[in-house]
T-cell receptor, first 113, second 114 residues
Framework: NAGVTQTPKFRILKIGQSMTLQCTQD?????MYWYRQDPGMGLKLIYY???????DKGEVPNGYNVSRSTTEDFPLRLELAAPSQTSVYFC????????????FGSGTRLTVV | QKEVEQNSGPLSVPEGAIASLNCTYS??????FFWYRQYSGKSPELIMF????GDKEDGRFTAQLNKASQYVSLLIRDSQPSDSATYLC??????????????FGKGTHLIIQP
């Protein structure tokens, strides 16, 4: 099993550009999450989903959008990229409500210049 | 606001000694607690989770939970240089059943000195 797969691994965006960070899991997990991690800071929840068609905002949703059309995929959309969105983005999934923790993807390192 | 606090370190421990990592949390309703290891440039990897007061052991790792003191710790016995990493503590709040995400601390940077 591949687990949680994120693409791309690295990306440089110019201010105002848009992009989609892809996340796919093959573990049939209902729960999926997007976190961002800034240097010296903890992981901050951006959006989460409890199943196909259901998404909700986390702690830091501004500037991002998500969709969940299938159980496997949970893409994160950045519209009008800003330097404040320079970060490492992690997608994660869990079988239940995170009762046994999450499985994380390998991350996407995004730089906005 | 729910918070998980950790000493950022670095915590330096000689090889073969016991490394002790500590974490406090603010949400009294938190149900379960997690320790993740994160190597530089890599994603977090789950080491252990604990629900009940007391100790839980898994190989060289022991997690300890004291809900009355809102305190979680991770002990690493016979520390190895490969244990050098950042250790993230996280809790799963009661509200929302955890569906609204784990709350993570900022992590403790552990260095095992050969």
């Amino acid at each position: 099993n591949a687990g949680v797969t994120q693409t791309p691994k690295f990306r440089i965006l110019k201010i105002g550009q848009s992009m989609t960070l892809q996340c796919t899991q093959d573990m049939n997990h209902n729960y999926m999450y997007w976190y961002r991690q800034d240097p010296g800071m903890g992981l901050k929840l951006i959006y989460y989903s409890v199943g196909a068609g259901i998404t909700d905002k986390g702690e830091v949703p501004n500037g991002y959008n998500v969709s969940r059309s299938t159980t496997e995929d949970f893409p994160l959309r950045l519209e009008l990229a800003a330097p404040s969105q320079t970060s490492v983005y992690f997608c994660a999934s869990s079988y239940s409500e995170g009762a046994r923790g999450y499985t994380f993807g390998s991350g996407t390192r995004l730089t906005v210049v | 606001q729910k918070e998980v606090e950790q000493n950022s370190g670095p915590l330096s421990v000689p090889e073969g000694a016991i490394a002790s990592l500590n974490c406090t949390y603010s949400d009294r309703g938190s149900q379960s607690f997690f320790w993740y290891r994160q190597y530089s440039g890599k994603s977090p990897e789950l080491i252990m989770f604990i629900y009940s007061n007391g100790d839980k052991e898994d190989g060289r790792f022991t997690a300890q939970l004291n809900k009355a003191s809102q305190y979680v710790s991770l002990l690493i016995r016979d520390s190895q240089p490969s244990d050098s990493a950042t250790y993230l503590c996280a809790d799963r709040p009661f509200s929302g059943g955890g569906a609204d995400g784990l709350t993570f601390g900022k992590g403790t940077h552990l260095i095992i000195q050969p």
